[in-house]
């Protein structure tokens, strides 16, 4: 693989549910390293677009390739699907996406649950996944926390151990939906800190978010959606600083 192939590169994607198109023809390129925001209105398609990247959404038209190497559909329209599985459980374990609602499961404990995937999914040894997860769990702050269950943690350590499990399947890119959202403000910033040194990694990330700081903090390209398009697109400086939309400058005011 060349080294300038992209991670993510989304061409012209088209998506609709029954008859209500959300996203009309988006194009969204990262390549190794590269960390890209999407911000927008409630509704603009953001979510969207990264259950479309991932394959946890079918989509109607348009390429979306995994290091250059295009998702294979069967079918057209609002009948197309993948047409391979193995492709798609390649994709979806390399995209590893980190949810709002951190979507543990309950009756794990944290070490369970940041085990379960690389074991079941990718038939990793058992004692080598522990030996990682703990690592995984050091790295986000949480190494204590690994014989309780969800409940028992803080919204903010629960995310952080989402992110951890998000980590154990040693995704080339991990994909964010609002992962600060669902936290009160004193729990959020203990996720923005892990995010920060993610992206400091180097790390490539996708990143779905209504906080305008952390966006403009860590990425490398900001995208702006409207209804389902890109509306104005840029690196955090001249996006944040000189807005060239007018929708642009209203949503900016309405987040600050
Ligand atoms: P965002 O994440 O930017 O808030 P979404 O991608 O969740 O936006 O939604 C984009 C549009 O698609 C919205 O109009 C939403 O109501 C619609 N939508 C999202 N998911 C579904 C679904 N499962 N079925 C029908 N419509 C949906
Ligand atoms: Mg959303």
């Known amino acids: ?8 590169e989304i061409r012209n994607l088209h998506k609709a549910y029954g008859a209500l198109e959300v996203i009309k023809g988006v194009d969204i390129t990262a390549h190794k390293g590269d960390v890209v925001s999407l911000i927008g209105s409630s509704g603009s398609g953001k979510s969207t ?3 479309c990247a991932n394959l946890l959404e079918d989509s109607q038209q348009g390429d979306i390739l995994f290091k250059g190497e295009p998702v294979k559909w069967k079918g057209e329209g609002l009948l197309r699907h993948p ?10 374990t390399n995209l590893s996406m980190v949810f709002q609602q ?9 070490l369970e ?8 999914v990718l038939g990793r040894d058992r004692a080598e996944v522990e ?11 949480i190494a204590d926390k690994h014989d309780a269950y969800p409940a028992q943690l803080s919204g903010g350590q629960q995310q952080r151990a989402a992110i951890a499990r998000a980590l154990a399947m040693e995704p080339e890119a991990l994909l964010f939906d609002e992962p600060t959202s669902a936290l009160d403000p004193e729990l959020e910033q203990e996720v923005v800190r892990v995010i920060k040194d993610l992206a400091s990694e180097g790390r490539t ?46 949503f900016l005011s309405s987040t600050m």
């Open 1 to 8: 693989m060349p080294d300038d192939t992209p991670v993510i």
């Open 49 to 51: 677009i990264l259950r």
């Open 83 to 92: 047409a391979d599985a193995k492709q798609v459980l390649r994709i979806r």
């Open 102 to 110: 951190f979507n543990l499961w309950a009756h794990m404990t944290i």
């Open 113 to 120: 649950n940041v085990m379960e995937a690389p074991i079941t």
């Open 131 to 141: 030996k990682a997860a703990h690592a995984y769990l050091d790295k986000v702050g």
């Open 205 to 250: 990330m996708m990143i779905v978010t209504h906080d305008m700081k952390m966006a403009a903090d860590v990425s490398d390209q900001v995208i702006f959606l409207h209804q389902g398009l890109i509306e104005e697109q840029g690196a955090p400086d001249a996006l944040f600083g000189v807005p060239k939309s007018e929708r642009l400058r209203q």
